[in-house]
């Protein structure tokens, strides 16, 4: 393909995909869309759970939502109130999400292993008017004390739960609601005046993993769901093929879980299977049990394939046509390790955030000879791009790294209260500062190198933190690692790695830095490595560097 098509004077980079179309009518929000074909999609399990094999068929689906609709109107939630929802992943979080939606409410998902501190943060700054939970003797054991964390709150919650229950919190004046009761006692004939819901509403708040920074709400609205949508099943040959099965583990407080495998392939006619959490036999089990189709994980559960593939070889996976992976970079040896393992599925890599609604750039599906090369493909349908020079902030030709910018339907509305962090992101032409850097190449592949506030600079060198942990992760000795920078007052930083053994006790700090001294340039070379458990990260595989650097710098 002719760069000048990728890439043009002005300096954009352009997708070469086929745009996509968003619907011409502004009343077209998320759930009208949903279910715009529901006549040929209403028999087609929506929502399977993985671990008991009850489903929804659409048809179920648009009833459950309908009614739960109701019944939150009923209880006084409006247009533009937010709801909080603290929950693992179920059949009935997607149900209770798209129900806020079409009453023009705004969800607010969170993490339910927050602890009480960072959710006390996220009410505060969102304000919600209704929480949507767990009951505290809820079958699962981990998520036995979500309400703990939440009852302090004042605020009335509804309980998400398989059948009806007595619980009452005594301790509190909370009102509670259970689930079940709402949709039996909703009289769905009585007549409620139902509020007008437009694309360019806000549908949800997610908050930012906070990586290297403070957590802030990315407010996603009903236009950016549907484009990031169209975007991510753009080159899905038919509308609702049966055979489309998505396993979701990935958790749907996220956007990955929540946009790029829930939403996108529910409006598509696909059938999603879901599970509470991964676990990486459960995984297994899901996709022979239910011939998944379709797997997108991040780049720990491709890590863990390659390490752990005799257990992979128990199921049978010959039913995976598609295995996708993001929200973090991953190398072309761990890749082209885990495509040996699935040598019938289409594996490859993409490139999103919170604050795009989940896409960015992605590899083809079709192309073989650029696949696995380290890249994260090339924009998603109807993208641009720059890559700025960090120093002279003018845009770069290929080859070239700088910050990526990136402009489309699918970049966030701005961040929840918070102008200042707002304009900081955003420029007055569109323009979203990602904080990563990359490059493209001469074909419109997109390469990320690094996030800017993650460069090691050694000597006047920079040295990405990526590139070291690729290499750490080829020795057959290490599970897991993260490569963090540390103050020195002769160099300016040095990297420092974290390291997870395959085994205890079966490393040295010594063989560590040797195999890393053998393959990089001597700028690059560790000064030290720190054997832990587990390397500390975010729901969506994300490496917490400011958590391993606080507890490095607290030992010095």
Same mark, same amino acid.
């Given at each position: 393909?002719?760069?000048?098509?990728?890439?043009?004077?002005?300096?954009?980079?352009?997708?070469?995909?086929?745009?996509?179309?968003?619907?011409?009518?502004?009343?077209?929000?998320?759930? =009208?869309?949903? @279910?715009?074909? #529901?006549?040929? !999609?209403?028999? +087609?399990? /929506?929502?399977?759970?993985?671990?008991?094999? *009850? %489903?929804?068929?659409?048809?179920?689906?648009?009833?459950?939502?309908?009614?739960?609709?109701?019944?939150?109107?009923?209880?006084?939630?409006?247009?533009?109130?937010?709801?909080?929802?603290?929950?693992?992943?179920?059949?009935?979080? =997607?149900?209770? @999400?798209?129900? #806020?939606?079409? !009453?023009?409410? +705004?969800? /607010?998902?969170?993490?339910?292993?927050?602890? *009480? %501190?960072?959710?006390?943060?996220?009410?505060?700054?969102?304000?919600?008017?209704?929480?949507?939970?767990?009951?505290?003797?809820?079958?699962?054991?981990?998520?036995?004390?979500?309400?703990?964390?939440?009852?302090?709150?004042?605020? =009335?919650?509804?309980?998400?739960?398989?059948?009806?229950?007595?619980?009452?919190?005594?301790?509190?004046?909370?009102?509670?609601?259970?689930?079940?009761?709402?949709?039996?006692?909703?009289?769905?004939?009585?007549?409620?005046?139902?509020?007008?819901?437009?694309?360019?509403?806000?549908?949800?708040?997610?908050?930012?993993?906070?990586?290297?920074?403070?957590?802030?709400?990315?407010?996603?609205?009903?236009?950016?769901?549907?484009?990031?949508?169209?975007?991510?099943?753009?080159?899905?040959?038919?509308?609702?093929?049966?055979?489309?099965?998505?396993?979701?583990?990935?958790?749907?407080?996220?956007?990955?879980?929540?946009?790029?495998?829930?939403?996108?392939?529910?409006?598509?006619?696909?059938?999603?299977?879901?599970?509470?959490?991964?676990?990486?036999?459960?995984?297994?089990?899901?996709?022979?049990?239910?011939?998944?189709?379709?797997?997108?994980?991040?780049?720990?559960?491709?890590?863990?394939?390659?390490?752990?593939?005799?257990?992979?070889?128990?199921?049978?996976?010959?039913?995976?046509?598609?295995?996708?992976?993001?929200?973090?970079?991953?190398?072309?040896?761990?890749?082209?390790?885990?495509?040996?393992?699935?040598?019938?599925?289409?594996?490859?890599?993409?490139?999103?955030?919170?604050?795009?609604?989940?896409?960015?750039?992605?590899?083809?599906?079709?192309?073989?000879?650029?696949?696995?090369?380290?890249?994260?493909?090339?924009?998603?349908?109807?993208?641009?791009?720059?890559?700025?020079?960090?120093?002279?902030?003018?845009?770069?030709?290929?080859?070239?790294?700088?910050?990526?910018?990136?402009?489309?339907?699918?970049?966030?509305?701005?961040?929840?209260?918070?102008?200042?962090?707002?304009?900081?992101?955003?420029?007055?032409?569109?323009?979203?500062?990602?904080?990563?850097?990359?490059?493209?190449?001469?074909?419109?592949?997109?390469?990320?190198?690094?996030?800017?506030?993650?460069?090691?600079?050694?000597?006047?060198?920079?040295?990405?933190?990526?590139?070291?942990?690729?290499?750490?992760?080829?020795?057959?000795?290490?599970?897991?690692?993260?490569?963090?920078?540390?103050?020195?007052?002769?160099?300016?930083?040095?990297?420092?790695?974290?390291?997870?053994?395959?085994?205890?006790?079966?490393?040295?700090?010594?063989?560590?830095?040797?195999?890393?001294?053998?393959?990089?340039?001597?700028?690059?070379?560790?000064?030290?490595?720190?054997?832990?458990?587990?390397?500390?990260?975010?729901?969506?595989?994300?490496?917490?560097?400011?958590?391993?650097?606080?507890?490095?710098?607290?030992?010095?």
């Amino acid at each position: 393909m002719s760069s000048s098509l990728i890439y043009g004077k002005d300096g954009i980079y352009r997708s070469p995909r086929p745009p996509i179309s968003i619907p011409k009518d502004p009343t077209m929000s998320m759930i =009208p869309f949903l @279910f715009r074909d #529901i006549s040929a !999609i209403s028999k +087609i399990p /929506a929502l399977v759970d993985a671990e008991t094999g *009850v %489903n929804l068929t659409f048809s179920d689906l648009r009833t459950q939502v309908f009614k739960l609709s109701l019944a939150l109107l009923n209880l006084n939630i409006s247009k533009n109130d937010v709801v909080l929802i603290l929950s693992p992943n179920s059949v009935l979080f =997607p149900v209770c @999400f798209l129900a #806020i939606l079409s !009453i023009g409410a +705004i969800a /607010a998902p969170a993490n339910p292993q927050y602890t *009480v %501190n960072e959710l006390t943060k996220q009410v505060h700054d969102s304000n919600p008017r209704l929480v949507i939970t767990r009951p505290p003797q809820y079958r699962n054991p981990r998520s036995a004390s979500i309400y703990d964390k939440i009852k302090n709150f004042g605020l =009335p919650c509804v309980m998400l739960s398989p059948k009806t229950s007595t619980f009452t919190d005594r301790t509190t004046n909370n009102p509670i609601w259970y689930f079940q009761e709402l949709m039996k006692s909703n009289d769905t004939s009585e007549v409620l005046t139902w509020p007008s819901v437009l694309q360019t509403d806000a549908a949800a708040i997610l908050y930012s993993s906070g990586t290297t920074g403070t957590s802030k709400g990315v407010v996603l609205t009903h236009r950016n769901f549907i484009a990031s949508a169209l975007m991510t099943t753009s080159d899905q040959e038919t509308f609702n093929d049966s055979k489309n099965v998505f396993l979701c583990f990935l958790p749907m407080f996220h956007v990955f879980g929540l946009s790029t495998i829930l939403y996108a392939q529910l409006q598509r006619g696909n059938t999603v299977v879901v599970m509470a959490r991964y676990e990486i036999e459960k995984v297994l089990m899901a996709v022979e049990t239910y011939e998944v189709t379709h797997l997108y994980v991040v780049p720990p559960v491709i890590v863990a394939f390659v390490k752990q593939s005799e257990i992979v070889k128990r199921y049978d996976v010959s039913c995976l046509r598609e295995i996708g992976t993001g929200a973090a970079p991953l190398g072309k040896d761990v890749m082209e390790g885990c495509a040996k393992i699935f040598p019938q599925a289409a594996l490859y890599q993409g490139y999103g955030m919170t604050e795009t609604c989940g896409v960015i750039s992605v590899e083809s599906k079709k192309a073989t000879t650029s696949r696995h090369s380290g890249s994260t493909g090339v924009l998603d349908p109807g993208v641009e791009a720059q890559i700025i020079d960090i120093h002279a902030m003018k845009p770069l030709p290929p080859s070239k790294t700088g910050e990526i910018q990136i402009r489309g339907l699918n970049v966030m509305q701005g961040y929840f209260k918070n102008q200042k962090a707002t304009s900081e992101t955003i420029d007055d032409q569109g323009w979203l500062r990602t904080g990563d850097l990359g490059y493209f190449d001469e074909e419109g592949q997109l390469f990320v190198v690094d996030r800017i506030k993650e460069l090691i600079k050694c000597n006047g060198f920079q040295v990405a933190s990526a590139e070291l942990e690729e290499l750490l992760l080829s020795h057959p000795k290490i599970k897991d690692a993260a490569v963090i920078g540390l103050a020195d007052a002769e160099t300016g930083e040095v990297p420092i790695a974290y390291v997870v053994p395959s085994f205890i006790n079966s490393l040295a700090e010594e063989e560590v830095k040797k195999f890393v001294a053998q393959q990089v340039a001597p700028f690059k070379r560790l000064r030290k490595v720190i054997f832990v458990d587990e390397i500390p990260k975010s729901a969506s595989g994300k490496i917490l560097r400011r958590e391993l650097k606080q507890k490095l710098i607290s030992k010095l």
